[in-house]
């Protein structure tokens, strides 16, 4: 007899030591598992399910390829204990097929395996009593085939332990607790006393106050509790650590060198590593990760290579091989949360909030006086009433939070009440015009760009489900995509980012920084006819453009003007302009000053927001802005956090994703505050050509492969913003210094720093670290040296 | 008490000078009571590092202090692992007190933990068994003002205790230099090279000198270190002291409730148990704060922390909780690792953790070095398969809380010396022998505690809001009593150290057995 222990979510898994399997092990164990089922067909099965009820029958069949572990399929099924909510009770027929993600545990007893003589073991237990059962069985059992003991047995714990008694180097936990049987008991319900006052009766109104799901949770303990139980605080810091010395003369010089080193190490990013981005004062997006996460559990995924295959392979490996493939205990996802309590707790800190004040101190004011002007003069929305056009401002109010909220607004927006279907389309066509995606891309984007039909909304069992988008929302944003081809991708975008938000563990981050980039990238949005820019007709080749252009990109020059234009007192500088204008100069239609605020905008929101001096570069900005589909795209928007993978992001070379303008990265500039770090050398200025190497690799996934990148041409893919490559290729921040042989690189930093300003952080600005680590110090310039 | 310590004398004057503090007399377990019998003497230390050492009240080294402090004075590497709360800490702060030179004026120890709060703890630490060392520890982590860290490091600064992520950023830029520190200490070692911590680590490590000595400690090690144990240390001295995973003194219970009436059992709890201090887990920030509320709301004073909070806050929180002003703590998995409050003896998981060794860490919060605690768990059907995992993967088995829980499980007859951990800066100022009348357990300030409890049977009477009893200030002696404490009294120690003739009414001359 054994237990296959088909878990379903994780739920009870067993637990082995850890040990790193290779392919070849791997696949043993999954032969095995294979022949196990193979032979426990026609054997008594007992299903339970994650209900709770246990099916007795004979297994008819089981499914190996099914999505989420194993389907099951009993003959002549009998109902042995009731689950909670038991919705098949009554009609159990012939046959009961019980879908993988139900099978919570599957017991087979009276298995004979190689040979006809072994007597029924009754034994049914959990996991690993089986994984200790199973040779005991074979002992008894007739002739047997060894390597079928030998599967349970090596990921049983208590084997390995006992065959190791500690000569194998340092024990693990299992291997102490000899992974005990504990059986699979009922458990005994607690009850409350007899008496006991009213308050908590579940069955009384009140008694929503006596759960954890109210939405705010925000009160003050310390004034709470001072004022009900008059505890006063007494803490000093130098009860743990050493005080300053301020008496030294020079003082003031430590003091402000002092401040200096730690603007610039708070300024870096953290390479995607959540406690260097804590310990920086980062505030990063770990809503992917509870506290448990973080502090206490240990991953079991192993290394970081291990895990982030792990995690980048889970979205197929889960759907298709996760069945067929024996997946160990120890590296099947760790269960997270099924509490529903603590999912509707949590969700409920997401319900939008109306003023968004408290919860994101950070989203500038300006945000929204910005934000919603810009939307109005261009507000088509006539059929739709009223109440959608407010819903659909409060959506743009919210533009700096959650990509989730985002989609919850509108999915309610969706489902306000009594809007017909029209004037639900025209209003989600009006918002995918005027929406802006005013927060990092996912580097992932693109490939949840090209099938945005499926969203895969269950890829990370860690996470708590949350509110699927209506199928009726995102094919109403697609249609009108379709429609208004400059409105697909932004729509689009916020779908996937979305996606990814919930795939990827370390989630992403919208703040400050990136809601500001948001808004500011309102301000050069222009009614753009897509496609225009590169479609029919071919550039043509203009000379006074020509000039125009090359004057107005002369960053010398535009520098010379800037600073004759501001007081002259200041010292000249030319700032490091972090890439280059588009290498095709004829294609311009515009001057970019018709497509950009001019110098003086840009001045003074440069200087009110950062109180940093210049910006002139930037006034020189190319005109160019759409891809060839016409994205408008905002790129500010997205650039402006330093995106990983970019908005073509991933220029999936399929044309879905034109994101790829060129000129994401300059839009990044000015949205992310137009701030320009203080770069005197301008031999940083890496000129038109080298801008080569920052194109993006056709796949647009991980791996610089920018070294061998092509010329850029217009109608190719786009760029990748270079600060998301560098992130990529540079997990540290540290002193992989990144790819020195990828001019562009440098790019990158300055716009991740422009977004750590702000406190943004986010996977893409791994690189950045290491880039701004390089003024400090020389060990890591890997954008300088370039 | 602290006066007869004084007259005890071990034929050395500079003993009989110490100020010893009270002892700690409740009943403690094998745990930390099962050693060969050496003494600290006995390993040989300098004369002002046995003197924190008994000043802070250790009388006799524990089983893995035993093992570690020896052989890690020898400049051996240490993988060790021990069982929460046996003195892990102390087994690896003695001997770096030990090798440091107070006049060598470079970081020679660095120590790492993955909290903050385990580093403030962990310093202070340092600071009160090295209180005459001449030594001087700092901590430096996220969330602090990083400009004042800098200029901390521009004075002498001989261990440097902190989270990776700063200390990283500190070292890579020199402002900390690390290539004199040739000690190497991890604490909760299977956290901090679990992914995450471990890309930092070893990035941290190409500052140290190439030949430095490492000493790694934990309870727990879910998987294996060995990839780490080849790459980085030499030879490593492993120590085990682990037949088991769980705490003797540790009572641990279950509660299957659903969702909904968690908060009902709780208040039960409340009413029914007896409670020194109490830390209660939940699994999202939100959760925490929402209880903690809750718990106010039912007339029990009640902080929470989770990583969510200003660092000051937590700071705040965790520094009055240690010093028992308060009885309740709600908190995230934050604090479940390390975190040593002497009087915590009840450990509540409202929501269940995902994995085993959060669930050993977090119960390990309660029956500190040795002695009694309770654990219970609030488990609601989602909750069960997880359950039946973590007892696997600990090899024991919970069972339901019963009705009534013996007080003999979890309570000391005499709460009067647990001890309160006083910050070691207000110990210089509080010269005058200890005057015992302030001694106060925190916990028995709150009259809706110990009434339940003086009726322990009786069905929970308990209002929903018992404010009546609140409105006033329960009168602790806010500020009042760390100054008269003594010697701080940081971990505790053993009774079966002192001599008979010292006159306690020690009713046990050996290890004893805890009572249960």
Redesign the interface.
């Known amino acids: 007899m054994t237990t296959v222990n088909a878990t379903g979510k994780g739920?009870?898994?067993?637990?082995a030591?850890?040990?790193k399997e290779t392919p070849e092990v791997a696949k043993k164990f999954k032969d095995r598992f294979d022949y196990l089922l193979a032979e426990s067909l026609g054997s008594k099965a007992t299903v339970t399910t994650t209900k709770?009820a246990k099916y007795k029958g004979v297994l008819a069949a089981a499914n190996l390829e099914a999505n989420d572990g194993l389907d099951v399929v009993l003959k002549a099924p009998e109902l042995v204990v009731a689950g909670?909510n038991d919705e098949n009770a009554g009609k159990l027929g012939e046959t009961l097929l019980v879908h993988a993600n139900d099978v919570?545990q599957l017991d087979i007893t009276g298995l004979k395996i190689g040979g006809p003589a072994a007597a029924p073991v009754k034994k049914p237990s959990?996991?690993?009593a089986a994984a200790a059962s199973v040779p005991k069985k074979t002992s008894t059992a007739a002739p047997s085939k060894k390597s079928v003991p030998a599967k349970k047995s090596a990921a049983a714990p208590a084997a390995a332990a006992a065959a190791t008694p500690?000569g194998n180097?340092?024990?693990?936990?299992?291997d102490?607790?000899?992974?005990?049987?504990?059986?699979?008991r009922e458990?005994?319900?607690?009850t409350?006393?007899?008496?006991?006052?009213a308050?908590?009766d579940?069955n009384a109104q009140a008694?929503q106050g006596?759960?954890?799901?109210?939405a705010s949770?925000?009160?003050d303990?310390?004034s709470?509790?001072e004022k009900?139980?008059?505890?006063?605080?007494?803490?000093?810091?130098?009860?743990?650590?050493?005080?300053?010395?301020k008496s030294g003369p020079d003082y003031q010089q430590?003091?402000k060198e002092?401040?200096r080193?730690?603007d610039e190490?708070?300024g870096q990013g953290?390479a995607g590593?959540?406690?260097?981005?804590?310990?920086?004062?980062i505030t990063v997006d770990d809503s992917g990760m509870?506290?448990?996460d973080?502090?206490?559990?240990?991953?079991?995924?192993?290394?970081?290579l291990l895990?982030s295959l792990k995690t980048n392979a889970k979205p197929s490996a889960d759907a298709k091989g996760g069945a067929k493939k024996y997946v160990p205990p120890t590296l099947r996802n760790?269960?997270?949360?099924?509490?529903?309590?603590?999912i509707s707790?949590?969700g409920?800190?997401n319900v939008p909030v109306p003023t968004p004040a408290h919860k994101q101190p950070q989203v500038p004011a300006q945000t929204q006086t910005q934000a919603q002007p810009a939307g109005k003069p261009r507000a088509t929305l006539k059929n739709a009433d009223e109440e959608t056009k407010k819903q659909l401002k409060e959506i743009k109010r919210q533009s700096g939070r959650g990509e989730h909220d985002r989609i919850k607004a509108k999915a309610q927006a969706q489902s306000g009440p009594k809007v017909s279907k029209e004037e639900q389309i025209e209003a989600l066509k009006n918002f995918a015009q005027k929406f802006k995606v005013p927060y990092d891309v996912p580097n992932d984007m693109g490939n949840v760009l090209r099938k945005t039909n499926n969203v895969p909304l269950k890829d990370d069992p860690s996470l708590p489900p949350k509110p699927k988008v209506s199928a009726q929302s995102a094919q109403a944003s697609r249609n009108g995509s379709s429609k208004h081809s400059s409105s697909g991708n932004t729509s689009g975008g916020t779908h996937s980012s979305n996606n990814d938000a919930k795939r990827s563990p370390q989630g992403q981050q919208h703040n400050g920084a990136s809601t500001r980039g948001g808004s500011s990238g309102t301000t050069h949005t222009r009614k753009r006819q897509t496609g225009s820019f590169f479609g029919s007709k071919k550039p043509l080749n203009n000379g006074a453009k020509r000039e125009t252009f090359n004057k107005g990109f002369n960053v010398f020059l535009k520098a010379k003007e800037a600073h004759d234009a501001e007081d002259s007192m200041a010292p000249f500088l030319i700032e490091k302009p972090y890439f280059a204008a588009p290498t095709w100069t004829s294609t311009v239609e515009k001057s970019h000053k018709t497509l950009f605020p001019d110098i003086q905008t840009v001045f003074q929101e440069s200087q009110a927001r950062m109180q940093m001096r210049q910006m002139s570069a930037m006034g020189g900005m190319p005109p160019v802005n759409m891809g060839p589909n016409g994205m408008p795209q905002f790129p500010g928007a997205m650039m402006g956090a330093g995106v990983p993978g970019g908005p073509g992001g991933a220029p999936n070379s399929n044309g879905a994703a034109g994101a790829t303008s060129p000129n994401p990265m300059m839009g990044g500039f000015q949205g992310a505050g137009g701030y320009m770090p203080f770069q005197p050398q301008p031999m940083f200025y890496p000129g038109m050509n080298p801008m080569g190497p920052m194109m993006g690799g056709k796949d647009g996934s991980v791996g610089p492969n920018g070294s061998t990148s092509p010329p850029p041409m217009p109608d190719q893919m786009g760029y990748m913003p270079p600060g998301a490559y560098m992130g990529m290729g540079d997990?540290?921040g540290?002193?992989m210094g990144g790819m020195p042989q990828f001019p562009g690189a440098m790019m990158g930093g300055p716009q991740g720093m422009m977004g750590n300003e702000h406190g943004g952080s986010h996977r893409g600005y791994q690189g950045h670290g290491g880039h701004r680590?390089s003024r400090?110090?020389s060990?890591n310039s890997h954008g300088h040296r370039a | 008490m602290a006066t007869q310590d004084n007259s005890y004398t071990d034929s050395s004057d500079w003993k009989a000078q110490l100020n010893i503090p009270k002892r700690d007399t409740r009943p403690q377990t094998e745990d930390v009571l099962g050693t060969k019998g050496n003494t600290f003497e006995d390993f040989r230390l300098k004369r002002d590092l046995l003197m924190g050492i008994f000043e802070a009240g250790f009388e006799k080294p524990s089983p893995i202090q035993e093992e570690a402090i020896p052989v890690a004075v020898t400049g051996r590497d240490i993988?060790a692992?021990a069982k929460n709360g046996t003195g892990k800490t102390a087994a690896f702060v003695i001997p770096t007190l030990e090798k440091v030179k107070p006049k060598v004026n470079k970081i020679q120890a660095l120590i790492m933990v993955?909290?903050r709060e385990l580093a403030?703890q962990t310093?202070?630490v340092v600071?009160t068994l090295g209180k005459h060392c001449k030594i001087?520890?700092?901590?430096?982590?996220?969330?602090?003002?990083?400009?004042?860290d800098?200029?901390?490091l521009?004075?002498a600064?001989h261990v440097l205790v902190g989270?990776?992520?700063?200390i990283?950023?500190l070292a890579?830029?020199?402002?900390a230099d690390l290539s004199s520190c040739s000690l190497f200490v991890m604490d909760e070692a299977?956290?901090m090279?679990?992914?995450?911590?471990?890309?930092?680590i070893e990035?941290i490590l190409?500052f140290l000198p190439k030949n430095h000595q490492s000493l790694l400690f934990s309870a727990?090690?879910?998987?294996?270190?060995?990839?780490f144990?080849v790459k980085h240390l030499h030879k490593p001295y492993?120590i085990?002291l682990?037949?088991?995973?769980t705490l003797k003194g540790i009572t641990q219970y279950?509660?299957?409730?659903?969702?909904?009436?968690?908060?009902?059992?709780l208040?039960?709890l409340f009413s029914k148990l007896q409670i020194n201090q109490a830390i209660i887990f939940?699994?999202?920030?939100?959760?925490v704060?929402?209880?903690?509320?809750?718990i106010?709301d039912l007339?029990f004073?009640?902080?929470?922390s989770?990583?969510r909070m200003k660092q000051q806050?937590r700071?705040?929180?965790f520094?009055?909780f240690r010093?028992g002003?308060?009885r309740t703590l709600v908190c995230?998995?934050?604090l479940?690792?390390g975190i040593d409050i002497q009087a915590v003896n009840v450990v509540i998981n409202f929501?269940f953790?995902?994995?085993?060794?959060?669930y050993?860490?977090?119960i390990g919060r309660s029956g500190r070095f040795g002695h009694l605690g309770l654990a219970i768990n609030l488990?609601?059907?989602?909750?069960?398969?997880?359950?039946?995992?973590i007892?696997?993967?600990?090899?024991?088995?919970i069972a339901?809380?019963p009705?009534t829980i013996d007080k003999s499980l979890y309570v000391a007859e005499n709460n009067e010396n647990v001890p309160v951990p006083v910050?070691?800066?207000?110990q210089h100022f509080a010269q005058t022998p200890a005057n015992n009348n302030i001694v106060i357990p925190p916990q028995q300030q709150?009259p809706q505690f110990s009434q339940p409890a003086a009726e322990p049977a009786a069905?929970?009477?308990?209002?929903?809001?018992p404010q009546a009893q609140?409105?006033v200030?329960?009168?602790?002696p806010?500020?009042q009593y760390?100054p008269q404490f003594q010697g701080q009294q940081y971990p505790p120690q053993m009774q079966m150290q002192m001599p008979p003739q010292g006159g306690y009414p020690q009713q046990m001359g050996g290890p004893q057995q805890p009572q249960y």
Request: glycine share 6%; net charge negative; aromatic share 8%.
């Open positions: 739920g009870a898994s067993s637990a030591p850890a040990f709770g909670s919570a959990y996991a690993a500690s180097g340092f024990r693990t936990d299992v102490i607790s000899g992974g005990k049987n504990v059986r699979q458990l005994q319900r607690w409350p006393d007899e008496g006991d006052d308050a908590f579940p008694n006596q759960t954890l799901e109210e949770s925000t009160w303990q310390f709470v509790n009900k139980f008059g505890i006063k605080s007494t803490y000093d810091e130098h009860f743990y650590t050493t005080k300053i010395n430590r003091l002092a401040q080193i730690a190490i708070e953290a590593n959540i406690h260097l981005a804590e310990d920086r004062g509870d506290e448990e973080l502090y206490s559990g240990v991953d079991r995924r192993g290394d970081e895990a760790q269960p997270h949360h099924m509490d529903p309590a603590i707790s949590s409920a800190k997990p540290y540290y002193p680590g400090g110090s060990k | 993988l692992r993955p909290t403030l310093s202070q600071r001087s520890c700092m901590v430096t982590t996220g969330g602090t003002n990083l400009r004042d800098i200029l901390r521009s004075d600064v989270t990776p992520g700063r990283l950023d890579s830029r020199k402002i299977d956290k090279l679990s992914r995450d911590f471990k890309t930092i990035q190409t727990t090690f879910p998987l294996s270190v060995k990839d144990m492993e085990n682990m037949e088991e995973l279950y509660a299957f409730v659903e969702e909904r009436q968690k908060l009902h059992c208040n039960t939940c699994n999202s920030t939100n959760r704060e929402l209880l903690a509320k809750k106010t007339g004073s009640c902080y929470y989770h990583a806050e700071n705040k929180v520094h009055e010093q002003k308060v995230s998995d934050l479940t690792r929501d953790p995902k994995t085993a060794e959060t050993l860490h977090r488990i609601n059907w989602n909750d069960r398969f997880n359950l039946y995992k007892e696997q993967e600990l090899g024991t088995e339901a809380i009705p910050p070691i800066e207000q709150f069905a929970a009477p308990q209002q929903a809001v609140q409105g200030p329960q009168g602790m806010q500020g760390p």
